[in-house]
């Protein structure tokens, strides 16, 4: 902390003001901005929060020379190298996983070709209005560049051709698969019956989603994956993608999403959610 303040009053004595250090602006500003997109509207914002106040107290502390405030506050910064990690795990998991999405090593280690994806699409779309129209709930999380078999694994191994029947067969109330997610790799189905994290879902969809919503939110939080969601209750049909849900949907603008979204390999739409 200290040798950061000395190398910021440097700069501002204009003691080091080469191309270098311009260099070293533009990468600090770019990590930042991309931690910052990164943990936005997740519960580390109030986390990164509380942690500069902490810094703006030890600053003011050191400033007055306050030498008890000074070394406590140096010893809640020493536990925080450990602790931090653990704290924001899911964003820094995020964050590799972007940078891995990243370049040629996404083509070379990307689990799934492009191929078919319009079939794909079409066959998602056809089980969705299937599904709505028997009264149904659904959800199905279709794989992009980030693996999901640490999720496939517990669930029911299906490895079978995407189908849109195969897909509303197996959400009829009476399934004995139909309590938990369907996984898609590709054309293909990895399994079903799986179980989704809700760690990452926001605390505000508690309140205004179900277990399939929030479901849906927490996955594509974590990974690329983009989710349809058909709520049992009122049929709706929702589109999940980058910890963002649109709702509401009819099969043009199902279509149309999925479609879009399948298709883009790294970056979510930028949507807004909306009650589904």
């Not at 990895?190 to 760690?199: F, K, Q, T």
Request: hydrophobic content about 50%.
């Amino acid at each position: 902390m200290d040798r950061l303040g000395e190398e910021l009053a440097g700069l501002l004595r204009g003691q080091c003001c080469g191309w270098n250090n311009a260099i070293d602006f533009v990468i600090v500003a770019i990590v930042l901005y991309e931690i910052l997109v990164l943990i936005r509207g997740t519960r580390a914002v109030q986390l990164l929060l509380g942690l500069l106040v902490l810094v703006a107290i030890y600053v003011a502390a050191t400033a007055l020379r306050l030498p008890i405030t000074v070394l406590i506050l140096q010893a809640l910064f020493a536990l925080a190298l450990v602790a931090l990690p653990v704290i924001f795990q899911p964003e820094l998991r995020r964050a590799l996983g972007s940078i891995g999405r990243l370049g040629p090593l996404q083509r070379l280690l990307a689990p799934g070709p492009d191929e078919g994806l319009e079939r794909v699409v079409d066959e998602v779309v056809r089980a969705a209005l299937l599904c709505a129209a028997a009264r149904n709930g659904a959800l199905v999380v279709i794989e992009r560049g980030t693996g999901l078999d640490e999720y496939s694994e517990t669930g029911v191994a299906i490895q079978g051709r995407l189908t849109a029947e195969l897909l509303a067969s197996i959400f009829m109330v009476r399934s004995p698969l139909h309590d938990g997610a369907v996984i898609v790799r590709g054309d293909r189905i990895l399994a079903a019956a799986c179980l989704l994290p809700l760690d990452e879902a926001p605390e505000r969809a508690a309140q205004r989603y179900g277990m399939r919503h929030r479901a849906a939110l927490s996955i594509t939080a974590q990974t690329d994956a983009v989710v349809l969601v058909i709520s049992e209750e009122t049929q709706a049909i929702s589109v999940a993608n980058g910890g963002r849900i649109i709702g509401g949907l009819d099969e043009e603008r199902l279509r149309r999403v999925l479609s879009s979204l399948v298709r883009s390999r790294v970056q979510p739409l930028p949507f807004r959610s909306k009650a589904s």
